[in-house]
């Protein structure tokens, strides 16, 4: 599965931005997908984790730091994956990336157990 992020820009502090993941070669369908972020400097952190089950439900994992703010949205028409995050803060500013892996038992937060990648978007947030 080939995957495109896309959606990033700049904005203001309280602001909101919708990112997109789209799948290409594949439908999400028995995948998980993962949001990560890394910031300059810093370690590329998970955002929220995804399983993407039948009949439109899905289990998700949010960072602390984002519960409440950041949701996300399924697409199946558009094979798309969705973040909408609002009341964005400064240090949500990061280079934002998508990934998936094949579903297992466990839904992992580390960036590694996850397969492929997405090219990253930039979100900044500007206080």
């Known amino acids: 599965v080939q995957l495109q992020a896309s959606g990033g820009g700049l904005v203001q502090a309280g602001g909101s931005l919708r990112l997109s993941c789209a799948a290409s070669?594949?439908?999400?369908?028995?995948?998980?997908v993962g949001w990560f972020r890394q910031a300059p400097g810093k370690e590329r952190e998970f955002v929220v984790p995804?399983?993407?089950?039948?009949?439109?439900?899905?289990?998700?994992d949010y960072a602390d730091s984002v519960k409440g703010r950041f949701t996300p949205i399924r697409d199946n028409a558009r094979n798309t994956v969705h973040l909408q995050m609002n009341s964005l803060k400064p240090e949500d500013t990061a280079i934002y990336y998508c990934?998936?892996?094949?579903?297992?038992?466990?839904?992992?937060?580390?960036?590694?157990?996850?397969?492929?990648w997405g090219q990253g978007t930039q979100v900044t947030v500007s206080s």
């Open positions: 995804i399983r993407l089950g039948l009949y439109n439900t899905n289990i998700a």
């Open positions: 070669g594949d439908t999400f369908s028995g995948y998980d």
């Open positions: 990934a998936a892996r094949s579903s297992r038992l466990t839904l992992p937060r580390g960036p590694d157990a996850y397969a492929y």
